[in-house]
């Protein structure tokens, strides 16, 4: 009798722990799902977003002057203009390294005509005398996918 009952017992748990089992793996799908739609959206709101490396800090820096002026002067292009620019994150204490800066550009071509001067300027001189380097701004998941795949 008490066989009887331990095998019903058992055979309860299982069914038990295979619902479990589903609702885990459902739940793990979700999970994936909303993560990708996370990257999707973060992907959008960057889009038109440049990171400019290595550009000394200033005492009072205007980003919105400073910035266009400086990629006139070094990629010699024209109108380029900013919805929003800052520096990145505090300043840390006793640091020498620069804060990047986040640009939002106003138009979407802007962006790829401040990417393509840059590979220009890299394939047809030195990129010494440029105080600064630029690249796109992706989100971190989309970064450390492509690493992956190199």
Known sequence: MERVQEDQE????????QVLKSVVINLDGRVSQQESEITDLKGRSMRD??????????????LSKRVPMLIKEHLQLDDIGFIRIHRNGPRFQGSTRPRSITGKLKNPSDKD???NAIRQKRETSR??????????QTPLQVNETKKKLQ
């Open 10 to 17: 058992n055979s309860y748990l299982r069914k038990e722990l």
């Open 49 to 62: 977003n440049i990171l400019i490396h290595g550009l000394e800090e200033e005492e009072n820096e205007d």
């Open 113 to 115: 005509r401040v990417l």
């Open 127 to 136: 990129q010494s005398d440029m105080p600064f380097f630029i690249t796109p």
